[in-house]
């Protein structure tokens, strides 16, 4: 897992959302926006309502702990990531030979939008966390499970869903499902006192939309993302190309090829002709197929939507390669070797990667220069100028509100002491001359500029 992401993760480049989740989720540290209204600048997004705000909060806890920092995104991203791969392997347990729980999570990066999640700080990262928490708690209501551990771990699962839903939006609903899905499942993996189970569970969850509902910050929020994103996003307002040729790409070609192939590879190379664990099989991607159908559906399709179904499509095929249980003490030391080996030898390849050819995946680098170029010239907090045409080149805003605090108005004005110009963008304003003519812009000083750090930089250092 470390081995495919932290090479690409050595840099300070990151795809354009993962900047503008950092850059929110550093200021809800620093005091600028809350939980419940974060805030990307002071001119764009002044109350981001584009997500809700689970994610970004805990993503803020980790600025609040270790100070802003390009390695703090970074560091929270695999965190939960490994995160994930803990939950992997703790299903898995429940369902398949413990001695085999490596091999869902082998199976599990095989498909490219997985790392690309969790190097690029996708907030479905930290959803995938609570998905696969609520379905592991469910599983963990079956004997030897007692009645009162049973509504324990029920309310465990049915909070893990709303957290998910607070992260990521409705995708995060489908453990929802798992009361039908489990009769799909090996009898033993069943809840030992169902009644319990899930009038704890439904309990839980009117609960929590109750108390979302009638707390005002919280209702305020879900009513702007609705408006904000999800409404827009349903009615199709936001969807580009085919919704069929994009699942096909993301669902069809990225994730089950990639996991047949190696199912039927490792099959045919290990003369496989029983299938000990197809209920499982069964269950597992069943749950996969219900957290991707309503994505599915919508008009709006990403890959990285379907990162917390990735998990169960992994399991699922995992239980299709995996043995029955020998019962024989030797086998399982020598399979418990082979990820030993595995595991080593990619963490010398990084070393090895990282030393030789330095980051992988270098991204964004004139813009980074360009970031570092006006470093003399900037104050923290400060609004520039900009052409109108800025107002949609959301790389530019997100990478100067990350690194400098500084917010874009894109008024095509020269009422601001600086004002950054992105060639063809427009005509730089009169009055504005250059101070750094950099790879992706120019930095120029406007007449009104007095060289002095204004208000709201004096209010960003205190």
Not at 270 to 279: G, K, Q, V
Not at 371 to 390: E, N, W, Y
């Amino acid at each position: 897992m470390l081995s495919l992401t932290v090479p690409r993760m050595w840099q300070r480049g990151m795809f354009l959302d993962g900047v503008t989740y950092a850059a929110i989720a550093r200021n809800m540290a620093a005091g600028v926006g809350n939980f419940w209204a974060p805030s990307f600048s002071q001119t764009i997004y002044p109350r981001f309502a584009e997500q809700l705000p689970l994610a970004l909060g805990l993503e803020a806890v980790a600025f609040a702990l270790f100070g802003d920092h390009p390695a703090v995104e970074r560091g929270y991203a695999i965190t939960v990531f490994l995160l994930n791969g803990l939950l992997v392997a703790a299903i898995a347990r429940r369902l398949l030979p413990p001695a085999f729980d490596w091999v869902p999570l082998l199976l599990w990066v095989l498909p490219s939008i997985v790392t690309w999640s969790v190097v690029n700080n996708m907030l479905e990262n930290t959803q995938a966390v609570f998905t696969s928490l609520a379905c592991y708690a469910v599983l963990r209501t079956a004997l030897p499970a007692s009645r009162g551990t049973s509504a324990a771990w029920a309310a465990i699962g049915a909070a893990s869903t709303v957290a998910a839903t607070l992260a990521k939006g409705p995708v995060g609903l489908f453990p929802m499902a798992l009361p039908l899905l489990l009769a799909l499942a090996p009898r033993p993996a069943r809840p030992a006192f169902p009644a319990v189970v899930w009038t704890m569970f439904a309990g839980v969850l009117v609960t929590s939309a109750i108390a979302l509902l009638a707390f005002e910050p919280s209702r305020q929020a879900l009513h702007a993302f609705v408006e904000s994103h999800l409404a827009p996003a349903l009615d199709g307002s936001r969807g580009e190309g085919s919704r069929a040729a994009d699942v096909l790409r993301h669902v069809g070609s990225g994730i089950g090829l990639r996991l047949a192939v190696v199912v039927v590879a490792v099959r045919l190379a290990l003369r496989r002709r029983r299938f000990p664990h197809r209920r499982a099989a069964v269950f597992l991607l069943a749950i996969a197929g219900a957290a991707s159908v309503p994505i599915g559906l919508s008009p709006l399709v990403a890959g990285h939507y379907f990162f917390p179904s990735t998990i169960f499509f992994a399991l699922g095929a995992a239980a299709l390669v995996i043995p029955a249980p020998t019962g024989e003490a030797v086998a399982e030391t020598r399979q418990g070797a082979l990820p030993a080996w595995l595991s080593a030898g990619l963490a010398a390849a990084t070393v090895l990667t990282l030393s030789v050819h330095g980051p992988v995946e270098p991204r964004d680098r004139e813009m980074l220069r360009s970031l570092d170029a006006i470093q003399p010239f900037v104050h923290a907090g400060d609004t520039v100028g900009a052409c109108p045409a800025t107002a949609t080149h959301w790389g530019l805003q997100s990478y100067l509100q990350r690194f400098h605090r500084i917010s874009v108005a894109p008024e095509g004005t020269a009422d601001r002491p600086w004002f950054v110009h992105v060639q063809g963008a427009c005509v730089a304003p009169a009055g504005c001359t250059p101070v750094v003519d950099a790879p992706s812009f120019r930095w120029l000083r406007c007449a009104t500029s007095s060289g002095m750090p204004s208000r709201t930089a004096a209010a960003w250092r205190r």
